[in-house]
């Protein structure tokens, strides 16, 4: 019943900007933690960034600071995730999940915490 859906990936070239859109069906974003997670070939899955219910609170991870930012639109109940001065090391499946608005739910690195996840969204950012 439950569904997030990721949409946004492609290819794009080292310094490009590209939004991510993750709509939920099935439950209500303001609800919920939610978070922007990737996955490269070979490493474990690390958090992004992530907002709490209220949306004033959110958490975005040193590798992407100042160049990654999350973002909600209750109305149409969709989580963003904004990507600028992108880099190949970038370059990765990205997840979005959502979780109980607790403040371990959004420290969590690996996102064990979440309770949904959508299937994910390829990254590629060449050189």
């Known amino acids: 019943q439950v569904q997030l859906v990721e949409s946004g990936g492609g290819l794009v070239q080292a310094g490009d900007s590209l939004r991510l859109s993750c709509v939920a069906s099935g439950l209500t974003v303001n609800m919920y933690a939610t978070g922007w997670f990737r996955q490269s070939p070979g490493k474990e899955r690390e958090v992004v960034a992530a907002i709490r219910r209220s949306g004033g609170i959110t958490y975005v991870a040193d590798s992407v600071k100042g160049r990654f930012s999350i973002s909600r639109d209750n109305t149409k109940n969709t989580v963003y995730l904004q990507m600028s001065s992108l880099k190949p090391e970038d370059t990765a499946v990205y997840y979005c999940?959502?979780?109980?608005?607790?403040?371990?739910?959004?420290?969590?690195?690996?996102?064990?915490?979440?309770?949904?996840w959508g299937r994910g969204t390829l990254v590629t950012v060449s050189s």
């Open positions: 999940a959502a979780g109980p608005d607790r403040f371990r739910t959004v420290i969590s690195n690996r996102g064990n915490e979440y309770d949904y």
